[in-house]
């Protein structure tokens, strides 16, 4: 049974940092893409990185780049999403979910979701 466990949301201030994680099992991490998303209340769902499978390549949504990274470690079947520089427009639901693609995209190709951490910033 495949399954994607997020945590490391809360309630942060403008400026701070958070890492989320996001749990796989069910699966070999390592065969799949991993892509992170989120929801702001009223707002559409939108991708924010992604991370291929196998090779390990990264992609950023522009609103993102060079305050998230997104990194993983197979052996804790585990991916991660540093946030840095967090602010109010960041506040959503932060959801991963997995894609059996070699190299990622932030599009409709993923099968599997988590249930989502909520990332709150504010003051």
């Known amino acids: 049974q495949v399954q994607l466990v997020e945590s490391g949301g809360g309630l942060v201030q403008p400026g701070g940092s958070l890492r989320l994680s996001c749990v796989a099992s069910?699966?070999?991490?390592?065969?799949?893409?991993i892509g992170w998303f989120r929801q702001a209340p009223g707002k559409e769902r939108e991708g924010v990185s992604c991370?291929?499978?196998?090779?390990?390549?990264?992609h950023y949504a522009d609103s993102v780049k060079g305050r998230f990274t997104i990194s993983r470690d197979n052996a804790k079947n585990t991916v991660y999403l540093q946030i840095d520089s967090l602010n109010s427009e960041d506040t959503a639901i932060y959801y991963c979910?997995?894609?059996?693609?070699?190299?990622?995209?932030?599009?409709?190709?993923?099968?599997?979701w988590g249930q989502g951490t909520q990332v709150t910033v504010s003051s």
């Open positions: 979910a997995a894609a059996d693609v070699v190299f990622c995209r932030l599009g409709p190709e993923y099968a599997y």
């Open positions: 069910g699966f070999i991490l390592d065969d799949y893409s």
């Open positions: 991370i291929s499978s196998r090779f390990g390549s990264t």
